[in-house]
């Protein structure tokens, strides 16, 4: 880590956008683990969850993608998954729907569920 680093904080990872063009790329097609994150406009719960979305990404970059995916930029991958609800947080492994979960949870709640799932352990910090 870098002097400014330490200083102002690592810089942040952000989630890859995914719509209905490139959702077949980005999830179905990725060669690790996926986290998508199921987003509404005017979700309130959404936007609690964005922060934790947004530290998954920097602690799993390179081992799992994590993407965002907003109902109104991709209808039909979020029909083609079923979401009824937002925020939905799927988790995927070769193309195939491992875990769904409705709602907000924390940082925790999901590093536990990558490393279940996945076998992926947080990165050590230091």
């Known amino acids: 880590m870098g002097f400014l680093s330490k200083i102002f ?14 959702f077949e790329a980005e999830v179905l097609r990725s060669g690790v683990p ?12 959404c936007k ?8 998954l990404a920097g602690t799993y970059d390179g081992r799992v ?3 965002e995916m907003g109902t109104h930029f991709a209808p039909r991958a979020a ?9 939905t947080v799927i988790y995927f492994a070769k193309g195939k729907e491992k875990e769904r979960i409705m709602g907000v949870r924390g940082s925790l709640y999901h590093e536990q ?14």
């Open 9 to 22: 904080g690592a810089s942040k990872k952000m989630p890859v956008h995914v719509d209905d063009k490139n």
């Open 34 to 45: 996926v986290i998508l994150d199921v987003w509404g406009p005017n979700c309130g719960p």
């Open 48 to 55: 609690q969850l964005e922060p934790v979305i947004q530290s």
């Open 65 to 67: 993608k994590v993407c």
């Open 79 to 87: 029909g083609m998954l079923q979401v009824t609800a937002t925020p």
């Open 113 to 126: 569920t990558v490393e279940e799932l996945f076998g992926i352990p947080k990165k050590a910090e230091g």
